[in-house]
Structures are given as C-alpha cells and as structure tokens.
C-alpha cells in the first residue's frame, strides 16, 4: 500500500486537465424554435418589394355566387336573349411592401484573428443572429400590425370559444369560416395542449400525423401546428388560427424578394458593412418579408382562448 509521499507524487487529475483538450459545442441557444409556419405557407416572389392584391368588387349584400347576373342556356321556345354583364375589379387595390428585419454584427477583429480555432467567431455570431432574425419574421408574420394574421383577420371570420378551454366545437366552428380547403391551424403549444385535454375528456382523443419528422395533433384531418408567437393577451387569454394557403387556392401566402443583394438564404442577406478605426467589423442582416389574405374567408381566428382553467370543467 502506498505511503502519503507517494501518493503526494501522483499528477493530480486537476493537473492533468491543464494538458488535455476538451470537446466543445458550438454556443446552444435555447430560444430558437421549429418555425413550422414558415415553410408550411406559400411564398410568392415580388418585384422592388411590391405586391398589388387585385379583388373582384363584391356587391354589398351578396354572395359570391349570386353577384353576377349569370344564366344557363335558354330553352328553345323562350326568347334567346342572353342577360349582359361584367366582372368589375376594386379600384384601389391594397399594395403590400416588404418588411425589413434587420440587425447590425459587431465584431472585434482582434477577437476574431485570435480566438476562431475549432469555430470561427464570425460566422457563430452570424449563424446565432440570423435564428434571432428568423424567430423575429415568425412572430412579425403572426402579430405585424400592418400585415400580420392577426391584424388582418376580417370581423365576419372571428369567433369566440364557448366555454374557456378550446373544444372540438369551437375548431368546428372554425373550419365552417374556413371550409375551402383549410390546411392547417396555428396555435401556441398550452392551446393546443388545452385541446388535447378537453378532447381526451369527451372521449375523442385526437389522431397524430407526422409532419418533417415530427407528430402533429390533428383534428378533422388538419394539423395543429405550434407557434410560441401567437400571443396571450392581458387576461391570459389566446388565439387558434386557422389558414387556407397558396396563390391558387385564393389563401394567405407569404411575400419575398429574391435577389437581394448578398443573398444567403431566399430574400435574407448578410453584407459586410467594413471596419471602422477602433478595429470593429459589421455586418448587416436583412431579410425582407411581409404576408399577404388573398380572400378574407383564406383566415379565421378563435378568440378567448384559456388554456389554464380546464380544471373547473373537469
């Protein structure tokens, strides 16, 4: 058995870590999130950052089907005159602008030239920022005051829940306002863990899909995507969204430019913006973006939603 000298002898393990290279991660930040919105719309590309939405003026009254004076083929021993009649286009037309969200990178070259070895400083700092600039188009494409979902949702398309919790009847309800080929919902997770709940407890537990590897709850067949930007308001009460999609469908589609100086990702750039006298580097990231309803019946929205009282409905 060794003696208290010898053991004094040994490297201490302190020591030795002194010589050994650790593994290292890259920088993990806990904020970034799927984004599924984003690549569940439709994006249309525009021209100098403009989108002119052209509507058919819809007489006051009216339903789609019966604002033009249309007829079948007459019958033979009916007079042959046929009824004249005309499409007639809104005459100021909404014109959607592309949205810049963008950020400034500082970056001492000092910092950089010394300490970029196992990953280079510069581009960590810009991989991080652009999930910052991405986390910030999803949440400006849902609460935008301008061109946002929920800015942009007509009166006649929001509804409000029956009880608190979200049931099966409210998202019912839902796809009546949105029945031309609804694609999906778009929920914060607590709402739709809300629903879950409120459906295992009439017994009509919800069926799961997967989507780009992940399960999504489903009801009537259309996923219920989570957004952590969907908001509460001061009540503590959220929202359930519910969206037609593409150009061809008349649903909401989201607008970008391609082409843009620097481009690193559609409609995103990163340009270096040169080094100042005090040895910083900068870097500007821009991505430009909005979102337009092509209808209004493309968009409805649930109301009143409360996620955290299921308990008195139990």
């Not at 033009?68 to 014109?95: A, H, I």
């Not at 949205?99 to 810009?126: G, K, M």
């Amino acid at each position: 058995m060794a003696d208290d000298t010898e053991l004094r002898r040994t490297l201490a393990e302190g020591a030795a870590r002194q010589l050994a290279n650790a593994t290292k991660t890259r920088a993990q930040w806990g904020g970034i999130t799927p984004r599924w919105l984003v690549p569940l719309l439709q994006w249309t590309p525009v021209e100098a950052g403009i989108f002119r939405l052209n509507r058919v003026k819809e007489t006051r009254g009216a339903t789609a089907s019966s604002s033009f004076d249309v007829e079948c083929s007459p019958r033979r021993d009916r007079d042959p005159d046929l009824p004249e009649t005309f499409v007639d286009y809104d005459e100021q037309p909404r014109e959607y602008f592309l949205n810049a969200v963008t950020t400034v990178l500082d970056v001492q070259t000092r910092v950089s030239d010394l300490y970029s070895h196992p990953f280079d400083q510069i581009q960590e700092q810009l991989r991080l920022l652009i999930e910052k600039v991405k986390e910030r188009q999803e949440s400006e494409l849902i609460n935008n005051a301008e061109y946002g979902l929920l800015a942009n949702t007509a009166p006649s398309q929001r509804i409000v829940t029956r009880k608190g919790p979200p049931t099966p009847d409210d998202l019912d309800e839902l796809i009546a306002k949105v029945w031309k080929e609804p694609a999906f919902f778009l929920a914060h997770p607590r709402a739709i863990a809300a629903f879950g709940r409120e459906c295992t407890r009439r017994g009509v537990p919800p069926p799961t899909i997967n989507m780009f590897g992940s399960p999504f709850l489903t009801w009537r067949g259309l996923p219920l995507v989570p957004s952590d930007k969907v908001p509460f308001d001061e009540h503590g009460k959220t929202k359930i969204l519910l969206l037609r999609t593409g150009e061809k469908k008349q649903g909401v589609v989201g607008l970008f430019q391609p082409g843009v100086p620097g481009e690193v990702a559609p409609s995103l750039s990163v340009r270096f913006m040169g080094i100042n006298r005090k040895a910083i580097a900068s870097y500007l990231i821009s991505l430009y973006c909005s979102l337009a309803v092509l209808t209004e019946d493309a968009l409805g929205v649930l109301e009143g939603v409360e996620v955290d009282r299921y308990h008195e409905y139990a």
